[in-house]
């Protein structure tokens, strides 16, 4: 059966890979967020400006694999003087491909605050930045968080990458483990399980800031476990 | 990047023809078992849902790297043979069924009860139902979702170069190495990836365009 005494012995390997997938993907995730939200606030601020060059951006973070980013990052930025570590090429290729995502999901939540809700705050003389923060932010958290939650689970899975451009992550201590040890499921199973756990928690989470969010006025949340775990 | 576009392109293109190859076998073949997934989702028995369920939160849950690398170290172990690029079409349609029948179990759910219930009162029997009447409305309902669905696996088709299958990604490793201009050529790669998901996002939404009349909504 399973060699759970494998697992035991190789557990410094397993829990550095995890140490290092997890603070990996929560900076990498933190710039995706900050970024994307950058780029929708200056698409937002002058569409006849910057709409075209973010529409740009996005278009190449969806239409280009994460791989081909990092190896950019990792392998093509010393040709232009740029030396990274494997593991920052990790966090920013994670971050500038998650900005692009995130960008949009911004982008849709603040289209989809009914245009009413506007024109009635400018009519009743409350000002552009106060509309904003009062009315349109606040709405638009609530209608972000579950394609946001999707989007952070995608990129905990795509995040495995970066074992690519050999950083010690989850998917590469496993491999290492595999080939030391010449065990194939045991190391891998375990190693699925870590990040199935770490999508689950932040599936949960999200599910929670939904509730928290709708608690504060009527309006149907996503059945949990349909928080839909797209593409990774 | 123009000069290795031009130079290597025998090979970039014999690495894109078996991206798209890999790709296009994988999501046809996701297609087919999506879809009896997708049933076997929403079936009645407790003993088929369950299963169902823990392949698709597997499939769905975990990074396709992992799967790949699972799949391709586990099959000698259990003695079976396989080709790199087998195992690649394996787990990328594996990985696909999964996704894909989320799409098409929300598709099908879209679908208004009355209508089965007024075939099934005509007479008309489950299997053809779902034939006849559930299923060409939900293809064109998922369209949308399942071109990101195509484009997504084409972009993971990406990852099968570390099973040694020499598509697209690999291809440009080696030009890398042999040039030595990483960035030139990965920026070729990029291209490459960019110029076959504009397409496929084209063709989508002409297919879109012209599947819209007649279709049924609440």
Redo the contacts between chains.
């Keep these: 059966m399973l060699d759970l005494a494998l697992l035991w012995e190789t557990r410094e390997l397993i829990l550095q890979g995890l140490w290092n997938t997890v603070w990996i993907c929560f900076l990498g995730c933190l710039v995706a967020l900050s970024l994307g939200l950058v780029l929708a606030a200056l698409r937002l601020s002058s569409p006849r400006l910057f709409g075209y060059p973010v529409a740009c951006y996005v278009e190449l973070c969806r239409g280009t694999p994460l791989l081909v980013l990092l190896f950019l990052l990792y392998y093509g930025g010393p040709s232009v003087g740029l030396r990274l570590d494997a593991e920052i090429a990790g966090v920013t290729g994670i971050g500038l491909y998650g900005a692009g995502y995130f960008a949009e999901i911004y982008r849709g939540g603040f289209k989809s605050i009914p245009k009413g809700q506007l024109e009635a705050a400018r009519m009743l003389g409350i000002s552009h930045w106060h509309a904003l923060s009062r009315i349109q932010v606040p709405q638009m958290l609530r209608l972000i968080v579950p394609p946001g939650t999707n989007q952070l689970i995608i990129l905990v899975k795509e995040s495995a990458l970066i074992s690519i451009i050999s950083v010690d992550d989850l998917t590469k201590n496993a491999t290492t483990i595999v080939n030391q040890t010449f065990h194939v499921i045991e190391p891998y199973l375990a190693v699925a399980l870590l990040y199935w756990m770490l999508i689950e928690l932040i599936a949960r989470g999200g599910y929670a800031l939904e509730k928290h969010l709708a608690n504060r006025e009527p309006r149907p949340v996503t059945r949990q476990g349909e928080s839909a775990h797209a593409h990774g | 990047m123009l000069d290795i576009l031009l130079t290597h392109y025998p090979v970039l293109t014999k690495g894109l023809t078996t991206t798209l190859v890999v790709s296009l076998s994988a999501i046809a073949l996701g297609l087919v078992f999506g879809v009896l997934l997708a049933f076997g989702l929403t079936s009645r028995s407790r003993w088929i849902r369950w299963p169902c369920g823990l392949y698709r939160?597997?499939w769905?849950?975990?990074?396709?790297?992992?799967q790949l690398?699972?799949v391709f170290?586990?099959l000698p172990?259990v003695g079976i043979e396989v080709a790199p690029i087998t195992a690649a079409i394996l787990t990328l349609t594996l990985n696909t069924t999964a996704?894909q029948s989320?799409i098409f179990r929300s598709g099908i759910a879209h679908i208004p009860a009355g209508q089965i219930e007024a075939a099934r009162m005509a007479g008309i029997s489950a299997w053809q139902t779902r034939r006849r009447i559930v299923m060409p409305q939900v293809l064109r309902l998922t369209l949308p979702p399942l071109t990101?669905?195509i484009?997504?696996i084409l972009?993971?088709s990406?990852?099968i170069?570390?099973i040694a299958v020499t598509e697209l990604?690999r291809v440009?490793?080696q030009i890398?190495s042999r040039t030595f201009?990483?960035?030139e050529?990965?920026?070729a790669?990029?291209v490459l990836?960019?110029a076959v998901?504009?397409v496929l996002a084209q063709i989508s939404a002409h297919l879109e365009r012209r599947l819209a009349g007649g279709l049924a909504t609440e």
């Design positions: 939160s597997f769905r849950g975990t990074p396709i790297l992992l690398l699972l170290y586990l172990e996704f989320e990101n669905e484009i997504t972009k993971n990406s990852l170069s570390v990604m440009s490793e890398a201009q990483p960035l050529t990965y920026l790669a990029a990836y960019l998901n504009l």
